[in-house]
């Protein structure tokens, strides 16, 4: 599986957008660019994930560079219940798993 | 929401207890998975079953063994519960398409004293 690259840890003001990096210079063709979360002692949640094009869901919006070697999630405004670790995964389209990396912890300040 | 479930949510046992962690989805997804995750570190997969009577070990190598004899139960076994195997288990579930998202449940807090 390709790997990514992430900011250990970020932080954010409330109701401020806030932008995530994730570096993945190996991408393949094929791979897609999933985003998840993990809020203090839950499971894993999932947020967003693409391809090529950008894409926008209720949670968040993920960027995708031209070249695809990067892209950016961007939670339009934070809250504190966005405080959470942050994980960007590669995943190809015929792969069977998802390889979660030490992702980015987001802390958000009232 | 996802519908997947983990039971029990914490569990301390003595060393040498025979557990088996339960896992259940009600969404039909073929593929499901077991995690392991110690506090403030990363997620390991230690199994992954792609339907009914497949079970295959994930990354990181586990003393746990899973059976999958219904789609929507994916149980987790540790025959002799040691120290070590203290840590949070994590269940998944997916339904196999292209972008194949997981759905994770809350988690098994399992120590073992």
């Known amino acids: 599986d390709a790997k990514t690259t992430q900011p250990n840890s970020m932080e954010s003001n409330e109701e401020e957008p806030v932008h995530l990096p994730c570096n993945h210079s190996?991408?393949?063709?094929?791979?897609?660019i999933h985003w998840y979360r993990q809020l203090p002692s839950q499971g894993p949640e999932y947020v967003i994930h693409g391809l090529t094009s950008n894409v926008n869901n209720r949670m968040a919006s993920l960027a995708i560079a031209e070249d695809r070697k990067s892209s950016t999630l961007i939670l339009h405004r934070a809250t504190l219940r966005d405080a959470a670790v942050y994980y960007c995964i590669l995943r190809d389209v015929g792969g069977n798993k998802l390889v979660f990396g030490a992702g980015t912890i987001l802390r958000v300040k009232s | 929401e996802a519908d997947i479930y983990q039971t029990p949510r914490y569990l301390v046992i003595g060393t040498g207890k025979k557990i088996t962690l339960e896992c259940s989805q009600t969404m039909g997804h073929d593929k499901m998975y077991w995690y392991q995750q110690d506090p403030g570190m990363e997620l390991h997969l230690i199994h992954y079953s792609y339907g009914v009577n497949s079970t295959e070990k994930g990354d990181l190598s586990s003393e746990s063994t899973v059976s999958r004899i219904r789609t929507e139960h994916f149980p987790l076994t540790l025959e002799s519960a040691r120290p070590s195997h203290t840590s949070q288990y994590l269940c998944?579930?997916?339904?196999?398409?292209?972008?194949?998202?997981?759905?994770f449940g809350p988690g098994t807090r399992l120590t073992v004293l």
């Open positions: 998944a579930s997916s339904e196999g398409l292209a972008a194949d998202t997981q759905y």
């Open positions: 190996t991408i393949s063709g094929t791979d897609y």
